[in-house]
């Protein structure tokens, strides 16, 4: 990146690559549909400024994820308070008859978890190995996997069904 | 992967693509608020040039010509005042960007943040501390005020001070305790991410 347009040219691309894993991940650590876009804006807001001085030591995917991770959980810490008086998930409720229940029932179920498991299920559902997930987290990758396997047993269908 | 691997993973997944438009607007935002942010943060920093370049050389001024040693007292005590709180401000927002998350991992990432909650915490809870000259400053002028030229004015002065001093106190113990929440809240996260597994 040595120029400002080359850089905003790669922010473009980041955001079509990344828009729909960081919807999904606001959806899991936000409740209200303003807090979701106020804490996707967050995210690409601190992708956009540590963009710069990315020079493609990690991969794209794993550094953009753990941008999207640190910021979820410091914005969910300045609006803990404010969330605590929230109802819960209601996203897809005007969706309708398109509503994908399984889907609505494994975010509510993603949603309710404390905050360490939720950054390891979140991002083990978006398709990072352990070692990835060790990567973005700073944890173990055989930690990660035990986690993991205890976490994923609390979300299988009848679980989450429940 | 398991098959119900498979499955918890595609009914994450199946969520309908965005438009481009969607996208382009998004984008935009983004790069608004990046702006709007950076304007405000230099606003604050241009702020604090101006009253180091232009109010603290006037309060100086006052301290080395005033009527009496009271007054050159107090004008000094203010131009210290003065000094510190830009010094803070401009302390605080260094520890405010250090303290914002960046592509660091999530573990090295939440100490930081952390570590800085702490230091901005710890700066806001003596924010009546480090500001008190400029309020006992202008108590000295009060005093003067009182002794030698209208008893009206100087309580209507110390009283508009008091306020004042009241009110930042108060403001900056809400500030530290909303910073020392948001800590608590990451330390929390934190052992629990470090925890056992």
Not at chain 1, 51 to 69: C, D, K, M, N, Q
Not at chain 2, 26 to 49: M, P, Q, T
Request: a positive charge; one cysteine or more.
């Amino acid at each position: 990146m040595t120029t400002a347009q080359d850089h905003t040219t790669r922010f473009a691309e980041l955001m079509v690559e990344f828009e729909r894993p960081m919807r999904r991940l606001c959806g899991a650590y936000a409740t209200r549909g303003v807090d979701r876009d106020d804490l996707f804006q967050e995210i690409f807001l601190a992708v956009w400024r540590a963009l710069p001085a990315f020079r493609g030591e990690a991969s794209t995917r794993t550094w953009v994820y753990r941008i999207a991770h640190n910021v979820a959980l410091t914005w969910q810490a300045r609006q803990r308070r404010r969330d605590a008086t929230e109802s819960p998930l209601t996203e897809d409720t005007s969706r309708g008859a398109e509503i994908d229940v399984r889907r609505l029932e494994l975010k509510r179920a993603v949603a309710r978890m404390p905050p360490g498991d939720r950054t390891l299920i979140l991002l083990w559902l978006e398709g990072l190995s352990a070692a990835e997930i060790a990567d973005v987290t700073g944890i173990k990758a055989a930690t990660v996997a035990v986690r993991l396997s205890r976490i994923r047993r609390a979300l299988q269908p009848h679980e989450v069904m429940s | 992967m398991s098959d119900d691997a498979s499955t918890l993973r595609a009914a994450w997944m199946s969520e309908a693509a965005p438009s481009k438009d969607d996208i382009r607007k998004a984008a935009g935002r983004v790069l608004d608020k990046d702006r709007v942010d950076r304007l405000r943060e230099r606003r604050l920093r241009i702020a604090g040039v101006v009253a180091l370049v232009f109010f603290v050389p006037v309060l100086l001024w006052a301290a080395a010509h005033g009527v009496a040693p009271l007054v050159r007292g107090a004008y000094a005590l203010m131009a210290a005042g003065c000094v510190a709180a830009v010094v803070a401000e401009w302390v605080y927002l260094g520890w405010s960007k250090r303290a914002l998350p960046g592509p660091d991992d999530t573990l090295s990432q939440l100490q930081r943040t952390v570590f800085m909650l702490d230091c901005q915490q710890w700066l806001a809870r003596t924010a009546a501390l480090w500001s008190s000259p400029v309020f006992a400053g202008v108590v000295m002028i009060c005093v003067w005020l009182y002794r030698e030229r209208t008893a009206a004015g100087a309580v209507t002065l110390g009283a508009v001070n008091i306020a004042a001093w009241i009110g930042s106190g108060v403001f900056t113990r809400r500030a530290a305790a909303a910073l020392g929440r948001r800590r608590r809240h990451l330390e929390d996260v934190l052992a629990e991410l470090d925890g056992p597994s």
